[in-house]
């Protein structure tokens, strides 16, 4: 990497590319929820934890007849209401066979556990990569992501999948060198019945769309409106909406008010913003679909443009940043 009057500019990798990412390492299955004790079939590694969130656990796990490794999540369940979203997660898991969404390999039921055992991924959080002090962000990179992310929502769209809960940790890098990512956590995803009309409360501020704020019908735009914040996020470092508190950060959502900030998106093309701007609208119908994304010029002529563009993104610097600052919030929260 070379320094340049104040820009970082980025050795060209060869896995810079717009290759498709490897599937999983199993053919798709269709899952049912088995009254057994995981333990007989996987070698759960419960002393490392890989992730968690509101619902549970994630841990490595060894298949013990494969030898496959897989992840196993180990979802807390109260009540039988509880049990029916975990229910839920597997159906539309089931549902999805594609190479940038994370696959379910098996799931177990419990009194009050529920375990998933799924693909599993070593390259952690797609932002916890990018800010590596050894990684250079460059437009062409973020392209590369977001048409994966792209590529899995369209898949799921055309299943009639409604992720709805589309945000930077939920966007996993296939191993810790390539570029590959895969979509996971389908906790909150809905089956999109076009006769029904949905309404669903849920989800962190800053990643809401004004639809889920309103308490209004979603759709498929919502997806497309969260990927309009994470591909602003790559691009700029800076959370489009976020503000001091939850209620500002709410109305900011709720009037559509944001703004391309001169400084962060200084290295980034006109394409790029223009991508952009077509999601982050507030009339549903107004917004790029998965597919009119994909045919996008920022998403086209990956390959050609990485030969031109090298620039390292700022959005690198604020994006520790803000990462730090979540992981306060995290802390500040598990301390009460
Ligand atoms: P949330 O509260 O964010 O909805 P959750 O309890 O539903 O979380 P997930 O989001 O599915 O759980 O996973 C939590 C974390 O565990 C992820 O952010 C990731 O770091 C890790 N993780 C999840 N699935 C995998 C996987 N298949 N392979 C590797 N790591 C994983």
Same mark, same amino acid.
């Given at each position: 990497m070379v320094q340049l009057s104040g820009i970082c500019r980025a050795v060209l990798s060869p896995c810079r590319d717009d290759s498709p990412p490897q599937p999983a390492s199993f053919a798709h299955r269709f899952v049912a =929820?088995?009254?057994a004790l995981p333990s007989t079939f996987f070698n759960i590694?419960?002393? @490392?934890v890989l992730g968690g969130g509101r619902f549970g656990q994630v841990h490595r796990c060894t298949e013990k007849t494969s030898?496959?490794?897989l992840a196993a999540k180990i979802i807390k369940v109260?009540?039988?209401r509880e049990k029916e979203v975990v229910r839920? @997660?597997?159906q539309v898991m089931n549902q999805l066979s594609h190479a940038n969404v994370i696959q379910l390999y098996d799931a177990f039921e419990g009194k009050n556990e529920v375990v998933l055992v799924m693909e599993y991924v070593d390259g952690g959080e797609l932002f916890e990569r990018i800010i590596d002090d050894n990684y250079h962000l460059t437009e062409v990179d973020a392209m590369v992501f977001v048409k994966q992310i792209c590529e899995g929502i369209h898949y799921m769209h055309q299943m009639y999948v409604l992720? =709805?809960?589309l945000k930077p940790e939920n966007i996993l890098c296939v191993n810790r060198t390539g570029h590959q990512v895969k979509i996971i956590d389908f906790g909150l995803a809905r089956r999109h019945k076009p006769r029904e009309k949905l309404r669903v409360s849920f989800g962190i501020p800053e990643f809401l769309a004004p639809e889920i704020v309103n308490f209004d019908f979603v759709s498929f735009p919502t997806d497309m409106w969260l990927l309009g914040v994470i591909s602003y996020m790559l691009l700029s470092g800076l959370s489009p909406f976020l503000r001091d508190d939850d209620s500002q950060t709410l109305s900011n959502v709720l009037a559509v008010n944001w703004y391309f900030d001169e400084e962060a998106f200084e290295h980034v093309s @006109? @394409?790029?913003?223009?991508?952009?701007?077509? =999601?982050?609208i507030k009339e549903k119908s107004e917004r790029h679909s998965a597919a009119?994304? =994909?045919k996008h010029p920022w998403l086209n002529n990956i390959g050609q443009k990485a030969m031109h563009s090298n620039i390292c993104l700022k959005s690198q610097i604020l994006l520790r940043k803000y990462m730090a600052r979540r992981l306060w919030k995290v802390q500040y929260m598990c301390a009460f």
């Amino acid at each position: 990497m070379v320094q340049l009057s104040g820009i970082c500019r980025a050795v060209l990798s060869p896995c810079r590319d717009d290759s498709p990412p490897q599937p999983a390492s199993f053919a798709h299955r269709f899952v049912a =929820l088995r009254p057994a004790l995981p333990s007989t079939f996987f070698n759960i590694n419960t002393k @490392e934890v890989l992730g968690g969130g509101r619902f549970g656990q994630v841990h490595r796990c060894t298949e013990k007849t494969s030898g496959l490794k897989l992840a196993a999540k180990i979802i807390k369940v109260r009540n039988p209401r509880e049990k029916e979203v975990v229910r839920n @997660e597997v159906q539309v898991m089931n549902q999805l066979s594609h190479a940038n969404v994370i696959q379910l390999y098996d799931a177990f039921e419990g009194k009050n556990e529920v375990v998933l055992v799924m693909e599993y991924v070593d390259g952690g959080e797609l932002f916890e990569r990018i800010i590596d002090d050894n990684y250079h962000l460059t437009e062409v990179d973020a392209m590369v992501f977001v048409k994966q992310i792209c590529e899995g929502i369209h898949y799921m769209h055309q299943m009639y999948v409604l992720h =709805l809960d589309l945000k930077p940790e939920n966007i996993l890098c296939v191993n810790r060198t390539g570029h590959q990512v895969k979509i996971i956590d389908f906790g909150l995803a809905r089956r999109h019945k076009p006769r029904e009309k949905l309404r669903v409360s849920f989800g962190i501020p800053e990643f809401l769309a004004p639809e889920i704020v309103n308490f209004d019908f979603v759709s498929f735009p919502t997806d497309m409106w969260l990927l309009g914040v994470i591909s602003y996020m790559l691009l700029s470092g800076l959370s489009p909406f976020l503000r001091d508190d939850d209620s500002q950060t709410l109305s900011n959502v709720l009037a559509v008010n944001w703004y391309f900030d001169e400084e962060a998106f200084e290295h980034v093309s @006109e @394409e790029g913003r223009d991508f952009i701007s077509n =999601l982050l609208i507030k009339e549903k119908s107004e917004r790029h679909s998965a597919a009119q994304c =994909l045919k996008h010029p920022w998403l086209n002529n990956i390959g050609q443009k990485a030969m031109h563009s090298n620039i390292c993104l700022k959005s690198q610097i604020l994006l520790r940043k803000y990462m730090a600052r979540r992981l306060w919030k995290v802390q500040y929260m598990c301390a009460f």
